[in-house]
Structure formats: C-alpha cells, structure tokens
C-alpha cells in the first residue's frame, strides 16, 4: 500500500488548518487506498534553514534535516493542507519542502486549501510553481473549500458538504493513479543512489 504523507501547513494558533485536516485525515483514511501519515508542521519544528550545502547535494549536517529527508524519502505521494496569507503559502511550508530536494521527485503531491472567497486557491497557484521546482507532480484535483469556517461545527469538527466529499475522492483516486505512475521513476532514482 503506498504512504501518503499529509502536511499541516499552517503553523499560526488557533489555526484554520487543524480542523480542516483531521476531516481530510479522517477522509483518507475512509479511502483505504493509501497508508496515511501526518506530519503538523507546528510538531516538526524545523528551524529556518540552517543547512550550509544545497540540498541537492544530500550533504546534510543537522539531525532535524536527516530525520525530515527520512520521512519525505518514505513517502510515495503527499497532501499539503494550507491556507492563503495575502495570496500566498504560510513561510513555514516554503521552508519546510527547501529543506530537501531530491526526497521529493517523481511523486504525485494534491492540494487541500482554505481560506475566504478564494478558497484558498492563491496559495496552491504560487505552490504549483514551487513543487514542481522539486519534481513533485501537482495532480489537478483539489480541495478548495470558500469561507471555511461556515464549515465547522461547535464541536471544533468540519461538517464537509457534498462537493468537499467528491473532491476529497477525486484527488486520492488521482494521487493512487500517479503514485502508480511515477513508481518506476522513483526506483531509477533509488536505483542510482
């Protein structure tokens, strides 16, 4: 079963994302098609980066880089669940996929974003950009979900409605399609090291 990597972006309290993701969580789950693991990057904790070499060069010198190449290495496709700060990503997701380069290539990477009127859809614009820098592949199936806080109840938990339910689907049964995909892509790379 291949390992999908879900990734809590925002790292603010009180923060958006939290619940937002543990419905995305839940939901993945329920799919069945992935091993899911999730990593909160207010729980990582890396520091701005601190690495002297270009990551290109796996010449890491920080045990909280080796322990982030590890997870990232173990993973086969990845979620980002971000929100939108002033049309863009939270710094702390920019920081966290430069930490690495080659961890990254030749996997499928989807998109659950939050936020306003724009859904969130901003941030995942200017992300396309950066995570294909690092030969993620972006499938084009999202979650956007528009003033998101209508969504959750007093409970803290998201009450998604039908059109969250049938993108949260959409995208896994894509992100399975490319896994499946770029797999041999992954071994040549492994194969080289």
């Known amino acids: 079963m291949p390992h ?19 419905w995305f969580i839940r939901r993945a789950n329920e799919h069945g098609a992935f091993e899911v693991k999730v990593v909160d990057l207010i729980e990582l904790n890396l520091p701005l980066l601190d690495e002297p070499n270009h990551p290109r060069l796996r010449q890491y010198t920080q045990p909280h880089t080796h322990e982030w190449s590890e997870q990232v290495d173990a993973a086969d496709a990845f ?16 920081n966290a996929i430069d930490f690495l380069h080659h961890e990254w290539r030749h996997k499928p990477v989807g998109f659950v974003s939050y936020g306003g009127v724009a859904a969130g859809t901003r941030s995942v614009e200017q992300l396309q950009q ?24 007093d ?12 993108a949260t689907d959409a995208m896994l049964d894509s ?15 492994a194969q080289a090291r």
Do not use: C
Request: aromatic share 8%.
């Open 175 to 189: 992100l399975l399609r490319w896994e499946a995909t770029l797999r041999p892509l992954r071994q040549e790379v």
């Open 79 to 94: 979620v980002l669940v971000t929100p939108e700060y002033n049309h863009g990503y939270p710094a702390s997701l920019k």
């Open 155 to 166: 409970d803290g938990a998201v009450q998604a409605n039908e059109v969250m339910e049938q």
């Open 4 to 22: 999908l990597m879900i990734i809590i972006a925002s790292t603010r309290p009180g923060r958006g994302g939290w619940p937002v993701a543990q």
């Open 130 to 153: 950066v995570v294909t820098a690092v030969k993620l592949t972006p499938v084009i199936e999202q979650v956007n979900i528009p003033f998101y806080q209508q969504f959750i109840a």
